[in-house]
């Protein structure tokens, strides 16, 4: 993922603070229909759409159409924007599906996954020197962003070649400086996003071995909204969906227009166009809502998110007072749940997606 992406310890300390806090306080007044609503994100190539589709006049077409006003604001911190949405100062957030569950869902803060955008298909990887052998890194220092995606993608790579974590030492290295870090001969052993996983990759004997390409749909980037504003609104949903597509439309296009569009977002970004085909190019978009409906609605998804509450439950991303991985519950369409059925506040919900497939928008 792009710069800023994650700050390991400041997710686990604000998780559990925010779980021990909903815990003791009382049960939020329901919320009420609305006319303007604010929606956080942050750069990373599969959330470009959205500021894309304020810039391009896509958005207040279809706030228009619901009477609606909808603010896309950016926040330069991807964890902060989490924690603003986590702490009620926005009505949704760009975020990713472990990032979602460990921070607002863990903290008791009921949250929908409306618009399933993308998934990670090669943008996070294991780097190691010397070998192109995944299972050469027993032993080795590996740096990364602990309690992270990275994290996660390391557990499941070692697990791809029968290890457990336990056979590396892992050593906490924040996003800003791992590039660097890398460049050093005695380390040999890296696990990043891009862009800074292709600046290290283009370092003399840097090796590929695991991708989250071998891993396809296991970290995923939504759009989530606090789900008792979208009870209240639900026109909120269907704008955002229909935002979304028409702008997937356009993107997507091999034409004058599709790179047109492209090049804007890249310029949203902060890079070039160029650069920025290459991170789409290991971006895998659900283009199409009936795509989107079908990863969400597949039991994959629930074993998915059955292997990322386990590991962040490991990592004690729960909070102190989470006893199991099905402390925090999660539901899925079709009635399907994961974890505690009394406490569900992850819902990964179609709705909104169906419509748009159905073109009931």
């Avoid at 759409?49 to 077409?61: E, M, S």
């Avoid at 926040?75 to 957030?93: F, H, M, P, W």
């Avoid at 949203?268 to 650069?275: D, I, S």
Wanted: hydrophobic share 40%.
């Amino acid at each position: 993922m792009l710069n800023g992406f994650r700050t390991a310890k400041r997710i686990a300390l604000i998780a559990c603070a925010m779980l021990v806090a909903s815990c003791s306080s009382p049960k939020e007044e329901a919320a009420q229909p609305r006319s303007e609503f604010d929606i956080g994100w942050s750069i990373y190539a599969g959330w470009m759409p959205w500021p894309y589709a304020q810039q391009a006049g896509i958005v207040d077409k279809w706030a228009k159409k619901y009477d609606l006003k909808i603010n896309f604001v950016q926040v330069n911190d991807y964890v902060e924007s989490v924690n603003q949405y986590t702490a009620g100062k926005l009505d949704g957030v760009t975020v990713a599906n472990m990032d979602a569950l460990t921070i607002p869902a863990a903290g008791g803060k009921d949250t929908s996954a409306i618009i399933v955008g993308d998934y990670s298909n090669g943008n996070d990887g294991i780097l190691l020197k010397g070998t192109d052998q995944l299972s050469a890194i027993k032993g080795r220092d590996v740096y990364l962003v602990e309690l992270s995606v990275s994290h996660y993608l390391l557990a499941r790579g070692l697990e791809s070649v029968n290890m457990p974590l336990s056979d590396v030492n892992t050593i906490n290295t924040s996003d800003a400086d791992i590039a660097g870090t890398f460049s050093s001969p005695d380390i040999s052993a890296v696990v990043a996003w891009n862009p800074q996983l292709s600046t290290m990759a283009e370092q003399p004997d840097a090796n590929l071995v695991f991708s989250s390409a071998d891993i396809p749909g296991e970290i995923l980037d939504l759009l989530v909204v606090d789900t008792a504003t979208l009870e209240a609104n639900p026109n909120l949903g269907k704008a955002l969906a229909g935002i979304w597509y028409e702008t997937m439309g356009i993107i997507m296009e091999d034409s004058e227009q599709g790179q047109e569009a492209r090049a804007a977002m890249a310029k949203l970004a902060g890079t070039t166009p160029e650069l920025f085909e290459q991170q789409l190019s290991t971006t895998y978009l659900y283009g199409k809502p009936a795509d989107a409906v079908a990863a969400t609605t597949s039991p994959d998804l629930i074993t998915t998110m059955t292997r990322v509450r386990d590991f962040s439950f490991a990592q004690g991303l729960f909070g102190q007072g989470a006893r199991s991985a099905d402390a925090v519950g999660m539901s899925f369409p079709g009635g399907k749940t994961l974890g505690d059925e009394q406490n569900i506040t992850l819902r990964f919900d179609d709705t909104y997606m169906q419509m748009a497939a159905d073109g009931a928008l």
